[in-house]
């Protein structure tokens, strides 16, 4: 499979669409008419769960009759995964660019570390004792990678500039969908003006010289500017 983070999604989309997905799809609706009757495709749950006004503990029951049905021996926990994979999408995005930003991990890495961590924690997730499972989950494949991170920076005597345990989670586990937005104020309020120049290296991948273009700034200007902010960035963490 490919690490591309936008190509996973694809397939996972582009497998959703598929004549085998809904029918699989029809039969974990028929398990449990009374959570996931009223929808008639996996398109309509998703928009459920990323738009969707209700109220938060209606979505948690569905998340949880998709968790055990990816954790079911049938024919169906394909298709239940990807579901909560989707579901999950725009968390599991703000992770991986944590590990990208953070940890200084390579992309194609941190996307094999984020989709093996959370097929892993889907898999190994107690319902029982869960009460909130998008929070849940995507706090602790952001927690299982940064100690596994960790333990091979210690190895090496190198440390990570920025500890992921001392970042912000608000953002990622409270409300998937938002994310990355809630992110981008916390850090905005820690350095201020500068927060689009730092979030724009570190999430969306520019060179300092093109994030400082865009805000109207040399390259020399950008760089100093860039510097500065993640030291404030950094001591506000610490």
């Known amino acids: 499979m490919s ?8 397939q996972l989309m582009q497998s959703s669409s598929t004549f085998g997905f809904q029918r699989s799809f029809v039969a974990i609706r028929e398990a ?20 969707g006004e209700d109220a938060p503990e209606r979505k948690n029951d569905l998340l949880a009759v998709l968790i055990a049905a990816a954790q079911s021996s049938g024919s169906t926990a394909s298709c239940a995964q990807t579901m909560v994979l989707l579901a999950l999408w725009p968390g599991l995005d703000a992770v991986r660019k944590r590990l ?3 940890w200084k991990l390579a992309p194609d890495e941190a996307t094999a570390e984020v989709m093996s961590l959370t097929c892993t ?4 997730m107690d319902l029982r004792r869960v009460n909130r499972i998008a929070a849940t989950l995507l706090r602790n494949v952001e927690r299982d990678i940064g100690r596994s991170l960790r333990r091979e920076a210690d190895r090496q005597k190198e440390h990570s500039p920025i500890d992921t345990d001392d970042l912000p989670l608000t953002a990622a586990i409270l409300d998937p969908l938002d994310g990355e937005a809630h992110l981008a104020r916390e850090v905005e309020a820690l350095i201020g003006r500068d927060a689009p120049l730092v979030l724009s290296v570190a999430w969306e991948g520019l060179t300092q010289a093109e994030a400082g273009s865009a805000m109207g700034l040399s390259e020399t200007a950008a760089r100093k500017r860039f510097q500065r902010a993640t030291q404030r960035l950094r001591e506000a963490l610490h």
């Open 121 to 124: 924690a889907i898999a190994r």
């Open 100 to 102: 990208v930003w953070c």
């Open 32 to 51: 449990n008419t009374s959570t996931l009757q009223r929808f008639s495709d996996p398109v309509s749950v998703l928009e459920y769960l990323h738009h």
């Open 3 to 10: 690490f591309a983070w936008h190509e996973i999604r694809e």
